[in-house]
């Protein structure tokens, strides 16, 4: 959720949102009010979209903004975002060519006017999800949530007897942005490029960028990055500025408030028709995959800056398992779904920093969170057999790379299901730095021993496990330095093996 002032201008958002949808939607407010001026807008009026290139990056994403009034005067806006379970088309993974090809394109439109909701954009929803009640529910929640800011907005300026919030927000603008050159003018001036290789679709892709610190300006170019490709791991220009900027902010001025101020002083250019600013009607549902590696490039170029102040590359491509069953699957007879229950499911899974170990199985840079097992099952025929630690996965050094999992799931009730491969991190896996070695590759596989792709449609054949080992960490500094102490408990915890800790750690019997 973010708080804008009438112009659009960012002002406050929450900390629970990711990177890719709370940076993201800095811009999208401005997009309504270009479409719905301020002074069209009533009291009891919500708006809503889920254009990647006016939201925040796939068709998945559902927006919607509530203008805020006071005294009959819009005094500001509530925005909000999330992740709908389903918006037709071919599914999430990145299968299709064109944005057509998946789903449901909601341009900025009324969803409610003056407290009246839409019956026909509703309608035209409700035809085309297969999850009817969830997407519906999570449209009225952010209704909800942001009526609640509103409120609570309208309380707080009660008590602090304000008829506007141009002058706060102003004074929390302008200092937000003064704090933003200082902490950069604390980092090197110069110029600094890194480049990045992801497994791509087919064939691999070349991230490449430039970052340049001058006089408390930060400019981040992307200029030498691979063209888009037709299929959807392409990345809008919005997300790429919002995990570019979040990369930055993770090591500059961290403790500042990200707002329209702080993040004004970053500049993110892209030459347009490259992956990292996909013009329409590219195919984006899996942007994810190369807009969460962004960080990593970033830090490739700080870390040049500042040697010893910035953590290695991670897992970073989020490796979230998408399922579903109960329909047509091609290869399949329709025998096998009679009775069977409809289900689309989404499970998250996930280098060293300059001080400590990587974070295990951590989903960074999105901070999203999983809910638990037991939930996925009651609401779906899956069995999650594992659910573990993936043991010698972190990368070696100084400071160890963060361990991947292994999770093994299978259909409970023996029939084919579908995966939403959209993984990265399996050819190229994360780089260690300043001598700590890469991270474990991610790999998808069935029990049987059969390997899948990372993406692309694949069945999973009924009576069969589907085994997900999720990239990992890399480390950071030479492994011989590492702590004996800090080895031993590795060992001891089962993450790291007594073989392993011998050929990496040159850890043995003398040490025990």
């Known amino acids: 959720m973010t708080i804008d002032l009438p112009d659009g201008r960012m002002i406050a958002q929450a900390v629970t949102g990711t990177p890719g949808h709370v940076n993201s939607m800095a811009e999208s407010v401005k997009h309504f009010l270009r479409a719905f001026p301020l002074e069209q807008m009533q009291a009891g009026d919500v708006f809503l979209t889920n254009d990647p ?46 944005i057509y090809h998946e789903g449901l394109f909601l341009p900025l439109l009324r969803f409610i006017y003056g407290g009246q909701i839409s019956q026909v954009v509703l309608d035209i929803i409700r035809a085309n999800v297969r999850e009817l009640e969830q997407v519906e529910g999570d449209l009225l929640a952010l209704v909800a949530c942001n009526d609640v800011g509103a409120r609570f907005l309208n309380r707080m300026m009660d008590e602090f007897a304000l008829d506007s919030l141009v002058p706060v927000g102003e004074h929390i603008l302008q200092h937000s942005e003064q704090a933003m050159r200082d902490a950069v003018r604390q980092w090197p001036q110069g110029s600094w490029s890194n480049e990045l290789l992801v497994d791509g679709y087919d064939a691999p892709i070349r991230i490449r960028a430039t970052l340049h610190i001058r006089d408390g300006d930060i400019e981040v170019d992307f200029t030498g990055t691979d063209p888009y490709v037709p299929q959807g791991v392409n990345v809008v220009k919005a997300y790429t500025d919002a995990y570019t900027s979040f990369g930055i902010r993770c090591l500059i001025g961290a403790d500042i408030p990200n707002n329209a101020g702080s993040l004004g002083v970053i500049r993110v250019s892209a030459p347009e028709g490259s992956i990292v ?26 870390r040049q800056a500042r040697p010893g ?79 573990e630690y993936r043991p010698d996965s972190g990368g070696a050094g100084r400071q160890r790379g963060g361990l991947g999992q292994v999770i093994e799931i299978s259909h409970g009730q023996q029939a084919p299901m579908l995966p939403g491969a959209a993984w990265d991190r399996i050819v190229y896996p994360a780089r260690g730095v300043e001598g700590g070695a890469d991270g474990a590759p991610g790999r998808v ?63 043995g019997d003398e040490n025990k």
């Open 445 to 507: 596989s069935l029990a049987s021993g059969a390997l899948l792709k990372g993406k692309g449609r694949q069945a999973i054949p009924p009576g069969e496990h589907l085994v997900v080992e999720t990239p990992c960490g890399a480390g950071l500094g030479d492994a011989r330095e590492r702590s004996a102490h800090a080895i031993a408990q590795d060992v001891r915890s089962g993450l790291v093996s007594a073989q392993v800790a011998m050929r990496d750690y040159h850890y």
């Open 277 to 302: 600013n996909a013009p329409y009607p590219a195919a984006v549902a899996a942007r994810h995959i190369i807009g969460q590696l962004l960080p990593d490039v970033v830090f490739g170029c700080l």
């Open 53 to 98: 290139w006016k939201g925040t990056g796939h068709l998945y994403d559902m927006t919607m903004v509530t203008p805020v009034f006071r005294q009959e005067q819009a005094v500001g806006l509530f925005a909000s975002t999330l992740h709908v379970a389903d918006i037709v088309g071919l599914g999430p993974g990145p299968d299709g060519q064109l």
């Open 309 to 387: 102040a910035v953590p290695a590359e991670g897992s970073s491509s989020l490796w979230n398992i998408r399922l579903s069953g109960g329909h047509p699957i091609a290869g399949y007879s329709n025998e096998r779904l009679v009775n069977k229950q409809r289900f689309t499911i989404t499970s998250f899974s996930t280098g060293g920093r300059p001080t400590l170990d990587g974070l295990s199985t951590t989903s960074f840079p999105s901070g999203v969170r999983n809910i638990s097992i037991e939930i996925l099952e009651t609401m779906s025929p899956l069995v999650f057999w594992r659910k």
